[in-house]
């Protein structure tokens, strides 16, 4: 909402920071896993991995406490995602990236987005 009436992101840019610097490390990721020729892996993450700050980012102009959560219920849902193909690649043993620091990092995103929803919710249902 750009009339400053209700935006809980404009104080709080914690989990903008984050999803942001963890898309970076995504994408250096997906780079390095396409340089060992595993394409179709390296897409799907590239895809959820940055899609997760696209909706934090979407949802920092919402235009309703809706809006707002319907955003960032994508944002989690590309996080919970984005853990799935982490997984899958570890064990898997495709590439040779460090990818439990990866699934920490987007397991803290997880658990920010999860308390946002939280208090979200209860503050709407109020």
């Given at each position: 909402?750009?009339?400053?009436?209700?935006?809980?992101?404009?104080?709080?840019?914690?989990?903008?920071?984050?999803?942001?610097?963890?898309?970076?490390?995504?994408?250096?990721?997906?780079?390095?896993?396409?340089?060992?020729?595993?394409?179709?892996?390296?897409?799907q993450l590239l895809r959820s991995g940055t899609s997760i700050g696209a909706n934090v980012e979407?949802?920092?102009?919402?235009?309703?406490?809706?809006?707002?959560?319907?955003?960032?219920?994508?944002?989690?849902?590309?996080?919970?995602?984005?853990?799935y193909w982490l997984r899958l690649l570890e064990n898997s043993k495709?590439?040779?990236?460090?990818?439990?620091?990866?699934?920490?990092?987007?397991?803290?995103?997880?658990?920010?987005?999860?308390?946002?929803?939280?208090?979200?919710?209860?503050?709407?249902?109020?």
């Amino acid at each position: 909402m750009n009339n400053g009436e209700w935006n809980p992101l404009k104080t709080e840019n914690i989990i903008r920071r984050k999803t942001f610097e963890f898309a970076l490390e995504i994408v250096g990721l997906g780079r390095n896993l396409q340089q060992q020729h595993e394409f179709i892996l390296s897409k799907q993450l590239l895809r959820s991995g940055t899609s997760i700050g696209a909706n934090v980012e979407e949802a920092d102009v919402a235009q309703s406490k809706r809006d707002f959560i319907a955003k960032m219920s994508i944002a989690l849902k590309e996080a919970r995602e984005t853990q799935y193909w982490l997984r899958l690649l570890e064990n898997s043993k495709i590439g040779t990236a460090d990818y439990k620091s990866y699934i920490q990092h987007v397991q803290e995103i997880e658990r920010i987005l999860t308390a946002i929803l939280k208090t979200s919710r209860s503050k709407q249902n109020q």
